[in-house]
């Protein structure tokens, strides 16, 4: 006799929103996903926050399989949260308009989870998809190392894309939802955040089952990424004051806390290294700088220059030479191209 999932006596509905915003071709499939999933009571939600693309009349298409709300509020945190509003569920499942379900995955995560009683929040990995050049390059899982320990997952951004998640409704409203949000830059980490402090129950369920879609060509050409980015320090530094300041900053959350300010710091060199000497200042009273991490978050043929010079001169000599690197190649295709051209006139 095989073992069958565990589901609760009496089914919860379950509420599909999902914030639309010139969603383009991508909504229909985000769409039918929610529509395909097997959990027997649900109801899907759709926000379109002013669309100027045709993604209103894709949506409409579906008509009464969907309820479909409009607004103009020009944030996604904003968007959301009329939706968390507006639902009938108990329990809110949150899809991106570029994202999308595996049908099994409502059904799947509740019957992982148990017993619901003494759960707010269900989270899960996920599969990031990568796309380049119109199609699918690689569809993998992200692992999460230690689901127990909430704030070290945060603090390594191994914490699932939000539609790897199941909320409790009414968990989510009582800690003001996605209201007074600051900004729109890592809304679902400051979500996380505001239901860790305040103490949220979640539970794992290991079963990814929701699609996290990334586009090469959008990743390169966004110009907020750097702002992003020094959000996302803030955020960290934050978190790691607040963890002190409760006794909770343990060593592997500092560990974690110091490889993502790494990260956040090597690719910052990359794109705006004008924005690091702030964020290098704040991060020696928080805990944050560590050469050794440093060292060990830099890009493979770099380490050994790092651990030579340390991070600061290391990346001041590197970007002295991308800007010699720079000039050569243009006085290369200078040279080398008017000589092409002078070689076609003889």
Excluded at 145 to 150: C, K, M, R, S, V
Excluded at 219 to 235: G, V
């Amino acid at each position: 006799m095989t073992d069958r999932p565990f589901l609760p006596a009496s089914l919860p509905l379950v509420t599909i929103g999902i914030p639309a915003y010139n969603a383009g071709q991508w909504i229909v499939p985000a769409v039918e996903s929610a529509l395909a999933q097997t959990w027997p009571k649900k109801e899907l939600l759709i926000l379109d926050d002013g669309s100027s693309d045709g993604t209103r009349d894709r949506i409409s298409a579906y008509g009464d399989r969907i309820r479909l709300l409009e607004a103009k509020s020009g944030r996604s945190s904003l968007a959301r949260q009329r939706l968390l509003e507006e639902a009938s569920g108990e329990w809110i499942q949150w899809l991106d308009h570029d994202d999308s379900l595996l049908p099994e995955k409502i059904n799947l995560q509740i019957a992982e989870a148990g017993d619901l009683a003494d759960a707010d929040v269900l989270f899960s990995p996920y599969f990031l998809e990568r796309w380049n050049g119109g199609r699918v390059v690689s569809c993998n899982p992200q692992p999460i190392d230690d689901p127990q320990d909430l704030q070290r997952a945060w603090l390594s951004s191994q914490f699932p894309q939000n539609g790897a998640l199941l909320w409790r409704r009414k968990s989510l409203l009582s800690i003001g939802g996605w209201k007074d949000l600051p900004t729109d830059y890592y809304d679902d980490y400051q979500l996380y955040w505001r239901a860790i402090r305040a103490k949220l129950r979640f539970r794992f369920t290991p079963t990814p089952g929701a699609i996290y879609r990334v586009c090469h060509q959008e990743s390169l050409t966004s110009s907020n990424i750097p702002e992003a980015l020094r959000w996302r320090a803030r955020m960290v530094r934050q978190a790691s004051q607040e963890l002190r300041s409760a006794g909770e900053w343990t060593l592997a959350r500092r560990a974690a806390a110091q490889a993502e300010y790494a990260r956040l710091l090597r690719v910052l060199d990359r794109l705006a290294p004008e924005l690091l000497g702030p964020l290098i200042q704040e991060a020696l009273p928080a805990d944050l700088w560590s050469e050794e991490t440093l060292a060990r978050e830099a890009e493979p043929n770099f380490r050994w220059l790092v651990r030579l010079l340390g991070w600061r001169s290391a990346c001041l000599l590197r970007r002295s030479f991308r800007g010699w690197e720079r000039r050569l190649r243009l006085f290369r295709k200078d040279v080398f191209g008017s000589s092409r051209r002078a070689a076609r006139l003889l």
